[in-house]
């Protein structure tokens, strides 16, 4: 028989299997579960997603490419996996993927409980709707932890993101040369160019102009951005409360729909504001003024 693997990397690496932590070592396991079962496996049929959500069905290649060699006929009959939450944590969606999956004729083999995956009996269903719910539910717990995690360090003023346009990232390290979290400080060669963009705004320059004027004075971009400055950069910058002393956290959540992950704003009580007139680049009259 012919075998395909479908391997992915979680994404959250806290209380989570050695499995989960790699996808080199799922697919030196699968080949492994395959050789001992007599089965073929071949390199165009190992299918990868590194460092990707079970709940984002739209945007991994992996598994896209998988659903995609369904069609028009299958080359391989079986699929072997770690165990069944690596196709997914969302259970609405993880169902369907297996639904099409069997109704193609695929076998679908978990190695680390050397087990089946039917969908035959009423039983069958049930217990793949009790195992999705318990991934799923996984997946919730390890979204709160990363929470909770982000929410004391953004209390303490650790930085919580990636780098901000106008500072850098200090690592704080223990006596022992581990970091203990990251601490941001003032650029001086990059907060005076977000100064020059508030003052030349508040002199009555539009954001497109701005960012042509920039890219004209061959001024880096935000993330060394080969396209250079564009306004959406130059409104970014004019928007963010950080620049005149203010860290917000918590003010976008990221939420699963259409079996893949978008963003939405918070309400405002759910958010925190903190002062921290140490990261101030922007005086309060000239912020007020844009």
């Known amino acids: 028989m012919i075998a395909a693997i479908y391997a992915r990397k979680s994404t959250d690496q806290n209380g989570v299997s050695d499995e989960e932590k790699s996808d080199t070592r799922q697919i030196e396991h699968t080949k492994t579960y395959a050789l001992k079962k007599g089965w073929t496996v071949s390199d165009e049929l190992i299918f990868i997603d590194d460092g990707i ?34 196709l ?16 193609a004729g695929i076998r679908l083999f978990f190695y680390l409980e050397d087990r ?15 195992t999705n719910f318990g991934s799923e539910f ?17 209390k303490a003023g650790h930085v919580t993101g990636g780098k901000v346009y106008g500072y850098h990232n ?15 400080v003032i650029n001086p060669q990059e907060a ?5 963009i508030f003052m030349i705004h508040a002199g009555g320059l539009g954001i497109t102009r701005i ?31 950080l620049y005149r002393g203010e860290i917000v956290w918590n003010a976008v959540q990221k939420i699963v729909r259409g079996g893949t992950k ?21 005086a309060p009259e000239l912020w007020e003024s844009v």
């Not at 945007?59 to 080359?75: D, Q, V, Y």
């Not at 996984?138 to 953004?154: F, G, I, P």
């Open 138 to 154: 996984e997946r919730e717990r390890a979204r709160q932890r990363t929470y909770d995690a982000m929410l004391r360090k953004a």
């Open 170 to 184: 200090k690592d704080v390290l223990s006596t022992h040369g581990h970091r203990l979290h990251v601490l941001r």
């Open 192 to 196: 005076e160019i977000v100064r020059q």
């Open 211 to 241: 960012a042509k004027r920039l890219n004209a004075e061959g001024i880096p971009a935000p993330r060394q951005s080969p396209r250079g400055w564009s306004p959406c950069a130059v409104r970014e910058i004019l928007h963010r409360p």
């Open 53 to 86: 959500s079970g709940a984002e069905f739209v945007k991994r290649p992996g598994f896209i490419r998988l659903m995609n060699a369904l069609k028009p006929e299958p080359s391989f009959q079986a699929l072997l996996m770690s165990e069944e939450s690596r």
């Open 262 to 282: 978008r963003r939405r704003r918070r309400p405002d009580s759910e958010r925190i504001t903190m002062e921290a007139p140490e990261l101030r680049i922007i």
């Open 88 to 103: 997914g944590r969302e259970s609405i969606e993880t169902s369907y993927a297996l639904k099409q999956l069997i109704d």
């Open 116 to 130: 089946e995956r039917t969908l035959d009996t009423a039983t069958d269903k049930i217990m793949l709707a009790i």
